[in-house]
């Protein structure tokens, strides 16, 4: 057990739906990582939180936003949801930067 | 960006040491070198990272090469439970964020 919540474990939606993701990082951790996983992308990072401020973007669409809010869980936001972003999304944290990273163990999302 | 390069796969027997290479020929003084791996169905795990010198910790050791151009993730004794997908990750602290960069890792099968 990572100690990383992420909620919820499966979702399954349609196309041009909206949904949260929603993840409790570490007891003590300020920062906060989304990731995405899919067959043909492999992980790749979507952004990075500390202590409540967005540190980092990646590969994120404009449709995809996140927050952290003061208790320090963050939110991952999808809108106008396409097949493609069918995957498996992970969250992750750690006390602050250059430690070691602890995942969650994702969200599945499903596009129908 | 700095990137690494690993086998895509690798096999071992039980019981029996595995060495699993990388090589980071464009990496910089200040990256550090990470592992994680990945077990079927769960979040990416933290293995290992080190800098310049050779680090041990209970799951593993990280031999790194005189000039930083290679490392080597030693596991001791591979288990079942070691059949993973290994990620070696040099972590892009110059960018002021600590996202992880994931290749395609490589896949270790541990035969009994």
């Known amino acids: 057990d990572s100690g990383v919540t992420q909620t919820p474990k499966h979702l399954i939606t349609a196309t041009g739906q909206r949904v949260t993701l929603r993840c409790s990082p570490r007891?003590?951790?300020?920062?906060v990582y989304w990731y995405q996983q899919s067959l043909d992308q492999g992980l790749q990072f979507l952004i990075h939180?500390?202590?409540?401020?967005?540190?980092a973007k990646g590969n994120i669409l404009e449709r995809f936003s996140a927050q952290q809010f003061p208790d320090l869980h963050s939110e991952l936001n999808l809108s106008s949801l396409e097949l493609g972003d069918s995957a498996l999304y992970f969250c992750a944290s750690s006390p602050s930067g250059n430690q070691p990273q602890h995942f969650g163990d994702g969200t599945r999302l499903s596009i129908l | 960006d700095a990137k690494t390069t690993q086998p895509n796969s690798m096999e071992s027997n039980e019981e029996e040491p595995v060495h699993l290479p990388c090589n980071h020929s464009t990496i910089s003084g200040t990256d550090y070198i990470h592992w994680y791996r990945q077990l079927p169905s769960q979040g990416p795990e933290y293995v290992i990272h080190g800098l310049t010198s050779n680090v041990n910790n209970r799951m593993a050791s990280l031999a790194i090469a005189e000039d930083r151009k290679s490392s080597t993730l030693i596991l001791h004794r591979a288990t079942l439970r070691d059949a993973a997908v290994y990620y070696c990750?040099?972590?892009?602290?110059?960018?002021?964020?600590?996202?992880?960069?994931f290749g395609k890792g490589t896949k270790l099968s541990v035969i009994p």
């Open positions: 939180y500390y202590n409540g401020e967005e540190r």
């Open positions: 990750i040099l972590d892009l602290t110059g960018a002021g964020s600590y996202q992880l960069t």
């Open positions: 007891s003590g951790d300020l920062s």
